[in-house]
């Protein structure tokens, strides 16, 4: 199965894409995950990253593609995989589509998780990450089980620096002027599914797997 999570910064598309992922047993590609860890990292592509991600603004084109070019060539996908933040532009929905048609594959699905503005910021408020494994929480809707550690790793959990109320307001604007224009290229090819993200975690859940495996688009 190959899937593309689809929606607005804070809507649940990691978290989905985690619980997918062992759902059907295959990779989550999360580009900005990779772009966080290069930065820690310190990579020449981290540090080229880094001011982008601090102002809220989009990576170029041509960095993502490369790296997402890269990493589906490796054969730990060739059950398929759910790529989480990416494409965010129509540049990179076309760079895709030229990818996998030269690899003789094609997507099943593009989830779009719909959520509105107000709840989005209450969301990036209260979001607490694990640095270490990617892992998310949410301090009331998805608390780890210790406070401030992660249930996976035991590392301690913290705010991301892109969280701040005036990089989320940036990274808002650039999802509405770039990304939302990717509802429309992939209804054409009715590949879109709209989820209502506004339900808890399972419920989205739920709902998401009822319409992969009911193939209802
Ligand atoms: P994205 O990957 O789309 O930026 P995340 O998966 O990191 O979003 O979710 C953003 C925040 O919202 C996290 O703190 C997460 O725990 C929380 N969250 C995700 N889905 C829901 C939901 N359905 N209800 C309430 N909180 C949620
Ligand atoms: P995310 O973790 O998906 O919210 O991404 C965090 C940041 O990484 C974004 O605000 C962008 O700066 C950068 N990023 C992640 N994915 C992409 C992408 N597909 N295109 C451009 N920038 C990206």
Request: with cysteine.
């Given at each position: ?30 580009t900005g995950d990779i772009f966080r860890k290069a ?90 990450v694990c640095n270490s494994c990617g892992a998310s ?81």
């Amino acid at each position: 199965m190959r899937i593309i999570m689809l929606g607005p910064p804070g809507a649940g598309k990691g978290t989905q894409a985690r619980k997918l992922s062992e759902e059907f047993n295959i990779h989550q590609i999360s580009t900005g995950d990779i772009f966080r860890k290069a930065v820690q990292e310190s990579t020449p592509m981290g540090i080229r990253a880094k001011e982008y991600m601090d102002k809220g603004q989009l990576v170029p084109d041509e960095i993502v593609v490369g790296i997402v070019e890269e990493r589906l060539k490796q054969p730990d996908l060739a059950k398929g995989f759910i790529l989480d933040g990416f494409p965010r532009t129509i540049s990179q929905a076309e760079s895709l589509e030229q990818i996998l048609h030269n690899s003789g594959t094609k997507l099943n699905a593009v989830i779009n998780i719909q959520v509105p503005r107000d709840e989005l910021i209450e969301r990036f408020t209260g979001r607490r990450v694990c640095n270490s494994c990617g892992a998310s929480y949410h301090v009331k809707y998805n608390p780890p089980r210790i406070t401030g550690k992660c249930d996976i790793c035991g590392k301690q959990l913290v705010i991301r620096p892109d969280d701040e109320l005036e990089t989320v307001k940036k990274r808002l604007e650039e999802y509405e002027q770039k990304t939302t224009p990717l509802i429309e290229f992939y209804r054409s090819r009715h590949l879109l599914i709209n989820i209502d993200g506004e339900k808890s975690i399972d419920e989205v859940f739920q709902e998401i797997v009822d319409r992969l495996r009911g193939g209802k688009k």
